[in-house]
């Protein structure tokens, strides 16, 4: 019963490829995250989705889009993956609500790219 | 700014207290978190404190909150080998659903 799950787990490719990421929550939370969490372990967000609109766009490049098919689905399309793409990427979800609005995470995509 | 600072390592014997810190820069900010991100595995949140509270108590988690500060405590009491791992605080910016995470800090226990 995992709550938030992404998939794959591990995704290894070369330079120049596209891949997409998937992640999806099963919580009926709102709101959806993208964060990049680089070799040194900064976390960083990058995006938030609420209802399947886009709310937070950090300064990312626009070689990566988010895309929400529904409120349970966000999914992270990379075109052109370059080596500094490398990181772990993980989802999160939370629920608006009055006691902090907790983030809950996923298990995280380590992405390697060659 | 948006940095949120943590020390990087601490290392402590089985059975001790863990202090792990924190400062962070946004006053506004309403909720603080604490994360724990164990080896090759993802964040599971420990507890978070609302910003009208000083102190917050979850068994053998305690943390402290000093507003004046911007500083931000976790405290570990009974520290065990299975809590060695990655600690991230994590503010919410200026009122978003935006989340500035610490640097992190490694805490290693040994027996």
């Known amino acids: 019963d995992t709550a938030v799950s992404q998939t794959p787990k591990y995704l290894v490719t070369q330079m120049g490829n596209d891949k997409s990421i998937k992640c999806e929550q099963n919580l009926g939370h709102d709101t959806m995250y993208w964060y990049k969490q680089d070799s040194k372990k900064f976390l960083k967000i990058m995006f938030s989705?609420?209802?399947?609109?886009?709310?937070i766009n950090e300064t990312v490049p626009n070689r990566f889009s988010p895309k929400s098919p529904d409120k349970a689905h966000l999914n992270l399309h990379i075109n052109s993956l370059e080596l500094g793409d490398s990181a772990v990427y993980f989802c999160?979800?939370?629920?608006?609500?009055?006691?902090?609005?907790?983030?809950?995470f996923g298990p995280g995509t380590r992405l390697l790219v060659l | 700014g948006e940095d949120v600072e943590q020390s990087l390592f601490l290392s402590v014997r089985e059975g001790d207290s863990s202090v792990i810190n924190c400062t962070y820069t946004?006053?506004?900010?309403?909720?603080l978190y604490w994360y724990k991100q164990e080896p090759g595995a993802g964040l599971q949140l420990l507890t978070y404190?609302?910003?009208?509270?000083d102190m917050k108590q979850d068994q053998r988690l305690t943390v402290l909150l000093n507003k004046k500060d911007k500083h931000l405590s976790l405290r570990i009491a009974d520290t065990q080998t299975g809590d060695s791992a990655i600690y991230f605080c994590?503010?919410?910016?200026?009122?978003?659903?935006?989340?500035?995470f610490g640097t992190g800090t490694r805490l290693q226990v040994f027996p």
């Open positions: 989705y609420n209802n399947k609109e886009l709310i």
């Open positions: 946004d006053s506004s900010s309403t909720y």
């Open positions: 994590a503010e919410r910016f200026d009122n978003t659903d935006k989340l500035i």
């Open positions: 404190i609302f910003s009208n509270m």
């Open positions: 999160a979800s939370s629920q608006d609500e009055l006691g902090g609005e907790t983030q809950y």
